[in-house]
Antibody, heavy 123, light 107 residues
Framework: EMQLVESGGRLVQPGGSLRLSCAASGFAFSNYAMTWVRQAPGKGLEWVSAIKGSGGSTSYADSVKGRFTISRDNSKDTLYLQMNSLRAEDTAVYYC????????????????WGQGTLLTVSS | DIQMTQSPSSLSASVGDRVTITCRASQNINNYLNWYQQKPGKAPKLLIYVTSSLQSGVPSRFSGSGSGTDFTLTISSLQPEDFATYYCQQSYNTLWTFGQGTKVEVK
């Protein structure tokens, strides 16, 4: 069974750093792009970042570019999100999701999601 | 960035109703439009990908249509388990964006 389990969320002071992890199982992790999506309390979904299966290509939302770094360790089937210079507006549940390239018709979507981990940025 | 605008932000409906949610992109995104369902306290679930393809296991009462900048999610006969929030999302480029969501509530 395909599973994604996020961890690492906690209370952090503004300006602090934190690394989130997402452990994958039940699929060939290295073959798939992965993505992080966040949801502030009571708000909608916001795409954060994505990384290709090889780890060689990454992308970021403008709101986190230069502060967050996505990475992966395919030997450990684990996705990471390193977050620096944290702000109150980064407070959210962070979801990792598997990005699927559908072939017919062709297009990308997030087809499996973890349960999320809560980051709170507050003094 | 491509902006996605959903309407309405919320709607009230009864079991058996036909429900339609629209999503408009700020530029042409071809057919690269997905729909997700999210229930309180749960992760989103992919319903429809590339405008109109039903994800495996999703009931056929869900359907999607559109192209270019204007898209629609239709629930043909609303069921009790369909009360949730629905999001559109574009994957036209590598910087994905979501709509603000449409909450479907009990009338």
């Amino acid at each position: 069974e395909m599973q994604l389990v996020e961890s690492g969320g906690r209370l952090v002071q503004p300006g602090g750093s934190l690394r989130l992890s997402c452990a994958a199982s039940g699929f060939a992790f290295s073959n798939y792009a992965m993505t992080w999506v966040r949801q502030a309390p009571g708000k909608g979904l916001e795409w954060v970042s994505a990384i290709k299966g090889s780890g060689g290509s990454t992308s970021y939302a403008d709101s986190v570019k230069g502060r967050f770094t996505i990475s992966r360790d395919n030997s450990k089937d684990t996705l990471y999100l390193q977050m620096n210079s944290l702000r109150a507006e980064d407070t959210a549940v962070y979801y990792c999701a598997k990005a699927q390239l559908f072939e017919v018709p062709q297009g990308w979507g997030a087809d499996y999601w973890g349960q999320g981990t809560l980051l709170t940025v507050s003094s | 960035d491509i902006q996605m605008t959903q309407s309405p932000s919320s709607l009230s409906a009864s079991v058996g109703d036909r429900v339609t949610i629209t999503c408009r992109a700020s530029q042409n995104i071809n057919n690269y439009l997905n729909w997700y369902q999210q229930k309180p306290g749960k992760a989103p679930k992919l319903l429809i990908y590339v405008t109109s393809s039903l994800q495996s296991g999703v009931p056929s009462r869900f359907s999607g249509s559109g192209s270019g900048t204007d898209f629609t999610l239709t629930i043909s006969s609303l069921q009790p388990e369909d009360f949730a929030t629905y999001y559109c999302q574009q994957s036209y480029n590598t910087l994905w964006t979501f709509g603000q969501g449409t909450k479907v509530e009990v009338k």
